[in-house]
């Protein structure tokens, strides 16, 4: 029955099918058979706990579920059991005796109950003493048997009979006063007397009440009457104030001092009026605000004179003020005050009892904020501006050792390849520039002025100086053997006869004469020859003679061919039709290197032209490349 | 186990929020309770049955007048179903 109304009411309520309200009050109870299998106890809301209970005796149930409803559901049972007293196992079922019924019926407080009770009880004791009178002449000769069938009959002939035969009957027998009447009487006589003082009680007391309410209304014209007294003291300009004063200082005479008068007279509006507002501020709110405007003697003023005697410390920790939040203790040297502003919602009547030390307040709120936000902003665009600039000032430095490495190590193997040549004891000297190549002239000179001395000619010569018969083995390409070479040859040199020697200077002139042909007067600044060939300093790059008598860009020597092949590759990319070669060098001790090499030139400055060229092209790709760091760093 | 899983499984199992789950189940109590209030017996399949046992009003203190409170106290008595469901392994 239960289930049909739930599964009704639930397909109605949630426009659901019967089926799946069904499904679903089933689900319910399975859902708590299931919790207490698992969990060994469910929960419900209102209903109560089930819990799994252990069984020691029965062994095919071990387990048994014990209902613990919530005291809501008892109270509501209990509750109802009451509104519909008498209970149903409390009403006898058979005839009890006198004595038992009488119990029952005047314990119950209740008051329709007591009303309905002497007439229950007179009923009930009049027709039990008829029976027990007419009982006690024929009991003597009656079974036990005939006894039960007898009250049975008697029973059921009370149950059947009218209430008015039974009256009727109750007024042909004469009245049998019992003393639990007799109490019932005193009873009610007592709740008569006690109903009747509780009356005159109520009139005094409302009487009382006519008198408080004429007082109550004689104040409050009173204090309407000093409202308007102080209204229209607060409406008076200080002007007035000062005239008046000028009038009582006249009347008087100077017999009484000023400054107490105006005192006595500006104040009480003053008072009046400001109350609502020093509620509305929180002391801690009005010390942090004198913090702010930097009134740190007047904090110590306020606390004293105004705000400690004004706000008790139950309204602080009451409200925030406006009535809204709830927690508002604001400690010194933190933000709270803020928060508190957060936290009050707007209200009316707050805005008509602002205060002017209220708009202080919030300006100086609005300020601090204003402040630290400014101050947050320089900071940033302080530290900002300093990277940039320090950026700018390290580009050379950023260029040189993180966009373009290759030419650092170009340049290093470049001079480790001439140490090789001109001093196998240098290897130590890790400079890392063509520039080392300046520095190393020092030693190139001490060879060469031995050089001198055979009658040779100083590789670091100008290539405008002229052509010298020794000069080609300088100019060739840096071996390892060519020191001993050159040793070798200037040994033999010596030996050799006059004759040789000036035909070979003649042969050598000859060959330069035709390289001076090809490389054509130039006065290029920056390049100087040496014994590998024509050394740019400003763009770093070396200028060597092929065979063919052009000339090649030797951009950089890799210790890789891979790594050589990858740099033509970039530089491909810069100066496009700038077609590269690899030319492998086996420098013995020093192992086997790969010399980044760029075109053929006919002549000399269009190489220069070219390395110049590259040069600013990779200046170009760096500068770009920090704008764009700067612009999206 | 609490009234929130039972929520929370139906919602899931049935496809509807947990609002809805929460409104079924404090229906169904609340039908229950007005039943067991109304009849003072409710029978419900496979579940068990709850009914309300009577006790005799008596007085809890001792005072020279007693104060009557009903001491009638709701039971539940698990069906077979129940106890066999539980008693399973």
Same mark, same amino acid.
């Given at each position: 029955?239960?289930?049909?109304?739930?599964?009704?009411?639930?397909?109605?309520?949630?426009?659901?099918?019967?089926?799946e309200?069904e499904?679903? #009050?089933?689900?319910?109870?399975?859902?708590?058979?299931?919790?207490?299998k698992?969990?060994?106890?469910?929960?419900?809301?209102?209903?109560?706990?089930?819990?799994?209970k252990?069984?020691?005796?029965?062994?095919k149930n071990?387990?048994?579920?014990?209902?613990?409803?919530?005291?809501s559901?008892?109270?509501?049972?209990?509750?109802?059991?009451?509104?519909?007293?008498?209970?149903?196992? +409390? +009403?006898?079922?058979?005839?009890?005796?006198?004595?038992n019924?009488?119990?029952t019926?005047v314990?119950?407080?209740?008051?329709?109950? @007591?009303?309905?009770?002497? %007439?229950? @009880?007179n %009923?009930?004791?009049?027709s039990?003493?008829?029976?027990?009178?007419v009982?006690?002449?024929?009991?003597?000769?009656?079974?036990?048997?005939?006894?039960?069938?007898?009250?049975?009959?008697?029973?059921?002939?009370?149950?059947?009979?009218?209430?008015?035969?039974?009256?009727s009957t109750?007024?042909?027998?004469?009245?049998?006063?019992?003393?639990?009447?007799?109490m019932?009487?005193e009873?009610?006589?007592?709740?008569?007397?006690?109903?009747?003082?509780?009356?005159n009680n109520?009139?005094?007391?409302n009487?009382?009440a006519?008198?408080?309410?004429?007082?109550?209304?004689?104040?409050?014209?009173?204090?309407?009457?000093?409202?308007?007294k102080?209204?229209?003291?607060?409406s008076?300009?200080?002007?007035?104030?000062?005239?008046?004063?000028?009038?009582?200082?006249?009347?008087?005479?100077?017999?009484?001092?000023?400054?107490?008068?105006?005192?006595?007279?500006?104040?009480?509006?003053v008072?009046?009026?400001?109350?609502?507002?020093?509620?509305v501020?929180?002391?801690?709110a009005?010390e942090?605000? /004198? $913090?702010?405007?930097?009134? @740190?003697?007047?904090?110590?003023?306020?606390?004293?004179?105004?705000?400690?005697?004004?706000?008790?410390q139950? +309204?602080?920790?009451?409200?925030?003020?406006n009535? /809204?939040?709830?927690?508002?203790?604001?400690?010194?040297?933190d933000?709270?005050y803020?928060?508190?502003?957060?936290?009050?919602?707007?209200?009316?009547?707050?805005t008509q009892?602002?205060?002017?030390?209220y708009?202080?307040?919030?300006q100086?709120?609005k300020?601090?904020?204003?402040?630290?936000?400014?101050?947050?902003?320089?900071?940033?665009f302080?530290?900002f501006?300093?990277?940039v600039l320090?950026l700018?000032?390290?580009?050379?430095v950023i260029?040189k050792?993180?966009?373009?490495?290759?030419?650092?190590?170009n340049?290093?193997?470049?001079?480790n390849?001439?140490?090789?040549?001109?001093?196998?004891?240098?290897n130590?000297?890790?400079?890392?520039s063509v520039?080392?190549?300046d520095?190393?002239?020092?030693?190139n000179?001490?060879?060469?002025?031995?050089q $001198?001395?055979?009658?040779?000619e100083?590789s670091?010569?100008?290539v405008n100086?002229?052509?010298?018969?020794?000069?080609?083995?300088?100019?060739?390409?840096?071996d390892? $053997?060519?020191?001993?070479?050159?040793?070798?040859?200037?040994?033999?040199?010596?030996?050799?006869?006059?004759?040789?020697?000036?035909a070979?200077?003649? +042969?050598?002139?000859?060959?330069?004469?035709?390289?001076?042909k090809?490389?054509?007067?130039?006065?290029?600044?920056?390049?100087?020859?040496?014994s590998?060939?024509w050394?740019?300093?400003?763009?770093?790059?070396?200028?060597?003679?092929?065979?063919s008598?052009?000339?090649?860009?030797?951009?950089?020597?890799?210790?890789?061919?891979?790594?050589?092949?990858?740099?033509i590759n970039?530089?491909?990319?810069?100066?496009?039709?700038?077609?590269?070669?690899?030319?492998k060098?086996?420098?013995?001790?020093?192992?086997?290197? #790969?010399?980044?090499?760029?075109? %053929?030139?006919?002549?000399?400055?269009?190489a220069?032209?070219?390395?110049?060229?590259l040069?600013?092209?990779?200046?170009?790709?760096?500068?770009?490349?920090?704008?764009?760091?700067?612009?999206y760093? | 186990?609490?009234?929130?899983d039972?929520?929370?499984?139906?919602?899931?199992?049935?496809?509807i929020?947990?609002?809805?789950?929460?409104?079924i189940?404090?229906?169904?109590?609340?039908?229950?309770?007005?039943?067991?209030k109304k009849?003072?017996?409710?029978?419900?399949?496979?579940?068990?049955?709850f009914?309300i046992?009577?006790?005799?009003?008596?007085?809890?203190?001792?005072?020279?007048?007693s104060l009557?409170?009903?001491?009638?106290?709701?039971?539940?008595?698990?069906?077979?179903?129940?106890?066999?469901?539980?008693?399973?392994?």
């Amino acid at each position: 029955m239960i289930k049909q109304e739930i599964i009704e009411k639930i397909s109605k309520y949630f426009k659901l099918t019967s089926f799946e309200a069904e499904k679903i #009050y089933d689900d319910i109870f399975s859902g708590i058979i299931k919790g207490v299998k698992e969990e060994n106890i469910a929960d419900v809301t209102n209903l109560g706990e089930f819990i799994i209970k252990y069984n020691s005796g029965d062994d095919k149930n071990k387990k048994t579920v014990e209902f613990l409803p919530t005291l809501s559901l008892e109270e509501e049972i209990n509750q109802h059991v009451f509104e519909n007293n008498p209970l149903p196992e +409390q +009403q006898p079922k058979e005839p009890e005796p006198v004595q038992n019924v009488v119990q029952t019926t005047v314990i119950p407080p209740v008051p329709p109950v @007591i009303q309905k009770a002497p %007439e229950i @009880i007179n %009923e009930e004791i009049s027709s039990k003493d008829n029976i027990s009178a007419v009982n006690s002449e024929t009991d003597k000769h009656m079974n036990v048997e005939d006894e039960i069938k007898r009250k049975r009959d008697e029973i059921l002939s009370k149950m059947i009979k009218p209430k008015d035969e039974l009256k009727s009957t109750e007024n042909n027998v004469t009245p049998v006063v019992s003393p639990i009447a007799a109490m019932k009487d005193e009873k009610i006589e007592n709740i008569n007397k006690s109903s009747a003082d509780l009356t005159n009680n109520a009139d005094e007391l409302n009487s009382e009440a006519e008198k408080l309410r004429l007082q109550a209304e004689e104040l409050t014209n009173k204090a309407e009457a000093l409202k308007k007294k102080a209204n229209e003291l607060s409406s008076t300009s200080f002007s007035d104030y000062f005239t008046e004063t000028q009038k009582t200082q006249k009347s008087f005479n100077t017999t009484v001092t000023p400054p107490p008068v105006i005192e006595s007279t500006v104040i009480p509006p003053v008072v009046t009026v400001i109350p609502p507002v020093e509620t509305v501020i929180p002391p801690g709110a009005v010390e942090l605000h /004198n $913090q702010i405007t930097g009134d @740190i003697n007047k904090t110590n003023e306020s606390q004293n004179n105004e705000y400690q005697t004004t706000i008790s410390q139950g +309204q602080v920790l009451n409200g925030n003020g406006n009535g /809204n939040g709830n927690q508002y203790e604001h400690k010194l040297n933190d933000n709270s005050y803020y928060i508190w502003y957060k936290d009050s919602e707007p209200n009316a009547s707050d805005t008509q009892t602002m205060s002017y030390e209220y708009e202080l307040l919030y300006q100086a709120t609005k300020d601090a904020e204003y402040k630290s936000k400014l101050r947050i902003y320089v900071t940033t665009f302080i530290i900002f501006f300093s990277i940039v600039l320090i950026l700018l000032i390290f580009s050379p430095v950023i260029y040189k050792y993180f966009f373009s490495p290759s030419d650092d190590t170009n340049t290093e193997q470049v001079q480790n390849e001439t140490s090789s040549t001109d001093d196998p004891q240098s290897n130590d000297n890790n400079q890392a520039s063509v520039n080392s190549l300046d520095e190393q002239k020092p030693a190139n000179n001490n060879s060469t002025a031995q050089q $001198q001395n055979t009658g040779q000619e100083n590789s670091t010569k100008p290539v405008n100086s002229p052509p010298v018969t020794d000069e080609n083995k300088n100019e060739q390409p840096a071996d390892v $053997q060519g020191n001993q070479n050159n040793n070798k040859t200037d040994k033999s040199n010596n030996v050799e006869p006059k004759q040789q020697v000036e035909a070979k200077n003649q +042969q050598q002139s000859s060959t330069d004469a035709n390289q001076q042909k090809s490389a054509g007067s130039h006065n290029l600044t920056g390049v100087q020859k040496t014994s590998m060939g024509w050394v740019d300093v400003q763009n770093k790059v070396i200028y060597v003679q092929l065979e063919s008598g052009k000339f090649t860009i030797q951009e950089s020597a890799w210790d890789s061919d891979a790594k050589a092949n990858k740099r033509i590759n970039s530089v491909g990319t810069l100066i496009p039709g700038l077609k590269g070669n690899v030319q492998k060098v086996d420098l013995g001790g020093k192992g086997t290197w #790969y010399r980044a090499r760029f075109g %053929e030139f006919a002549t000399l400055d269009e190489a220069y032209n070219k390395a110049a060229e590259l040069r600013s092209r990779e200046k170009n790709r760096l500068t770009a490349l920090l704008f764009s760091f700067l612009m999206y760093g | 186990m609490t009234t929130i899983d039972l929520i929370n499984k139906l919602a899931v199992e049935h496809n509807i929020t947990t609002g809805r789950a929460e409104m079924i189940v404090s229906i169904l109590v609340e039908r229950l309770t007005e039943k067991l209030k109304k009849d003072g017996e409710v029978v419900i399949n496979n579940f068990g049955t709850f009914s309300i046992r009577k006790k005799e009003s008596g007085s809890f203190l001792k005072m020279d007048e007693s104060l009557l409170m009903a001491k009638n106290k709701v039971v539940f008595l698990p069906d077979k179903y129940f106890l066999e469901n539980i008693n399973s392994v």
